[in-house]
């Protein structure tokens, strides 16, 4: 999702605090300098504007922070996702690895990007805005290795922002999750904060043969916040990639997914929902490749919009010559509770093999009055009428993960931002 012409919005007030001089941060730094940060003319961005985000002034994050903040955002999260406080975990605070708050998992080799900063030679460090602009800022972020056969069990990566009033900060992680053949790993990644900060992280994901990674995203960040995040994913043979994305907070959001399937029989999972209201504005993108035969691909997102809230999905499916046999599902659905919410949904399909099965949709509409009446007609009060029928239409595409663990806490997630939207 390239963003090379035409110009954008300076990046300027980036560009001035950029870390170091390896090579890549030089290609992303020119990159940034002439593109911009996009615009409307952007057909990869056509829905989701960053104009505001370039009038304000971040700030480098100060080196100490409110430790009793940090502790009662940690604390919720482990509340929310139902883990417990036993959990291993791995714990950032404006995107700085904090070892003291960190439990490290047996089995899990656990680095900080800090003390040796490389960046992934099959990426692109100009290939999307999200990566370019975290290639020159990063500055920290965890670099997490599992051994060949090794089951890891689950692990909880929090990102905790927290900036002082008036005084808005960037921070922009880099992370890698790296499987060995058979390995096995389970990360619920929880983002949340308080104040006025950006958070750009980006994640480089390798799954090798045979190896299982789940990765649910649970994206609860201050309703201040904005949180543009790229996750590049390398799937091969017999691998799967089980991901979701749940969008809960921030202002302004955007997920963007690059997923390839290198080896045959490669599995790749690119779910979502996202539940916005106010003005909250959330885009969830993807490219996913094929480029073996024999793999599958699925992504199901559903969106739960209410006041004026904007969601964005666009979805592409990448079939090359060489992957016949592929078996490509996209859908996208929305469910507007407002006359003044809004979705924009663009699938995509481009296939160069002969042999295929891949289809794509989108659906969008309101709740189903006949539904409510049935209920209403049983004696069930408006509200939890509602309530029900919103869950039931969430509750398909959650438990689409398949592990039981991360599903249970997406599932506390939803039930937590429906009890406070609704108190």
């Known amino acids: 999702m390239n963003a090379i012409a035409p110009v954008g919005i300076s990046a300027s007030a980036f560009l001035g605090r950029g870390k170091g001089d390896l090579p890549e941060r030089r290609a992303a730094a020119a990159f940034l300098t002439q593109a911009g940060l996009p615009r409307a003319g952007v057909e990869a961005w056509k829905y989701t504007s960053l104009r505001t985000l370039a009038d304000v002034p971040f700030a480098t994050p100060p080196a100490q922070v409110d430790a009793g903040e940090v502790a009662r955002l940690l604390a919720t999260v482990e509340t929310v996702s139902g883990l417990g406080a036993g959990t291993s975990r791995i714990v950032l605070v404006n995107g700085r690895l904090d070892t003291a708050l960190s439990r490290l998992p047996q089995g899990v080799r656990v680095e900080a990007f800090a003390a040796h900063p490389a960046f992934a030679d099959w990426i692109d460090p100009c290939g999307d805005v999200g990566t370019a602009l975290n290639t020159v800022m990063a500055e920290d972020g965890a670099v997490i290795h599992v051994d060949a056969g090794v089951d890891a069990g689950a692990l909880l990566l929090v990102s905790i922002g927290i900036s002082a009033e008036g005084t808005p900060i960037s921070f922009h992680p880099r992370h890698r999750i790296i499987l060995g053949a058979g390995a096995r790993l389970a ?38 916040a904005s949180q543009i995040a790229v996750t590049h994913a390398q799937v091969a043979s017999d691998g799967l990639y089980d991901s979701f994305n749940l969008t809960l907070g921030a202002a302004l959001s955007r997920h ?3 997923a390839a399937l290198l080896g045959e029989r490669a599995c790749v999972h690119v779910n979502g929902a996202q539940l916005l209201d106010g003005k909250q504005h959330g885009d969830l993108s993807s490219i996913i490749t094929h480029a073996a035969p024999n793999c599958v691909s699925r992504q199901t997102v559903k969106n739960v919009l209410a006041g004026h809230a904007r969601g964005v999905f666009q979805g592409k499916i990448h079939v090359e010559r060489i992957a016949q046999k592929t078996d490509g599902y996209q859908m996208n659905q929305a469910l507007l509770l407002s006359d003044t919410a809004e979705i924009d949904a663009k699938p995509e399909l481009e296939i160069y093999a002969d042999d295929v099965k891949c289809s794509h949709g989108a659906t969008v509409g309101a709740i189903d009055p006949d539904q409510l009446f049935y209920l209403r007609s049983r004696g069930i009060a408006l509200a939890d009428a509602r309530s029900m029928l919103i869950r039931a239409f969430l509750h398909d595409v959650v438990h689409l993960l398949e592990d039981t663990r991360l599903r249970d806490s997406l599932d506390l997630a939803v039930e937590a931002w429906w009890n406070q939207r609704n108190a």
């Open 256 to 258: 963007e997914v690059h």
């Open 187 to 224: 990360v619920l990644e929880a983002a949340v904060g308080t104040g006025s900060y950006l958070h750009n992280p980006v994640f480089e994901v390798q799954v090798a043969d045979g190896a299982r990674l789940t990765h649910a995203r649970l994206q609860a960040e201050g309703q201040e």
